[in-house]
């Protein structure tokens, strides 16, 4: 049990919240499991005003710690110090474990490399700040302490922190756009993402980079929000798809594509740190290599990909 004497007033959770420098979130839920006491007596709702010279103690949870499996494959390392880690993410490689989860994912993997936080409030985390789909490579970051995974998620929330994504979509965009639009769960298919009327807000930027012969683009995208599926969403609005996006209604006769050929190519973020600006590339994987190298002229590519220039284009985008 630890304790001290508050010595501002005002609601619980903001004080403890002050008093541990932590994320009010985690502090809301110990008071809810009732770890949290004021002059002796459990509280348990986070609306509860103290006042200086009241006796606040709590109570931390022991994390549960998530069981080691075998793990058969290896994840590219793009950036490493003591507090973060930035990877370039496999396609095919679940994120997070879950009941209809079987093989390995990448929380195994980070556990295997000592990778695991925990919360004020019980909860076993693994430092993975932002989403990203199964389907979906490129660059992810994970925080390796509380602080600095607090730090990120700040910075994701006040869009400091960010990533450009590179996909090929099939048929081209009439021009650069915005789609603003609410996503929420498809009423009608539960493994779909759509825009509906009561959603949660949604943007996204899309930029024209390149056409082939045959009417396939290769376009770059910017997230100011991070709902599930968005960019196939927003996509699926404008009546373009990626290419293997079979969910959101990709269909080709020309060939079989074995997955959506969407990349996180590009992340900034400042070092919480050190508080250094820095940006990330994710070097594409075989399989979009290959189209890319197939049917786009390689010098054109590389200019139009080229991460200064990519950044420059959307600097001017709110």
């Not at 103690?57 to 950036?79: G, W």
């Not at 100011?224 to 079979?246: A, K």
């Not at 994987?285 to 420059?312: C, G, N, Q, T, W």
Request: net charge neutral; proline share 3%.
């Amino acid at each position: 049990m630890n304790k001290f004497i508050t010595t501002t007033t005002g609601r619980i959770d903001k004080v403890l919240a002050a008093q541990l420098d932590v994320s009010r979130n985690q502090v809301e839920k110990l008071v809810k499991d009732g770890l949290v006491s004021v002059n002796g007596k459990t509280i348990t709702k986070n609306s509860v005003k103290v006042a200086e010279g009241d006796e606040i103690a709590y109570t931390f949870k022991e994390a549960e710690k998530r069981e080691a499996v075998e793990i058969d494959f290896d994840v590219e390392i793009l950036y490493e110090d003591e507090y973060l880690l930035i990877i370039n993410k496999p396609s095919g490689l679940v994120v997070h474990p879950a009941p209809s989860v079987k093989e390995p994912t990448l929380v195994d993997w980070l556990i295997h490399k000592g990778i695991s936080l925990s919360t004020i409030s019980g909860e076993e985390r693994h430092g993975i700040v932002h989403r990203i789909d199964k389907e979906t490579t490129g660059a992810l970051v994970v925080a390796k302490d509380n602080k600095t995974h607090e730090a990120l998620s700040e910075q994701l929330q006040d869009k400091s922190m960010g990533r450009y994504y590179l996909a090929l979509i099939d048929c081209p965009l009439k021009d650069d756009v915005i789609v603003d639009k609410p996503i929420g769960r498809n009423p009608n298919n539960r493994l779909r993402m759509d825009v509906v009327q009561h959603g949660k807000s949604a943007k996204t930027a899309f930029k024209k980079l390149l056409d082939t012969a045959h009417g396939t683009e290769l376009i770059a995208a910017k997230l100011f929000t991070g709902r599930t599926h968005q960019i196939r969403v927003h996509l699926n609005v404008l009546g373009r798809h990626i290419l293997g996006d079979n969910l959101y209604g990709f269909k080709s006769k020309r060939d079989k594509i074995a997955r959506v050929n969407l990349h996180a190519y590009l992340l900034y973020l400042t070092h919480p740190a050190t508080g250094e600006k820095m940006q990330f590339t994710a070097p594409l994987f075989d399989d979009m290599k290959a189209y890319l190298a197939k049917y786009f002229d390689d010098e054109l590519l590389s200019e139009k990909i080229d991460p200064v220039r990519l950044d420059a284009s959307f600097s001017t985008v709110k």
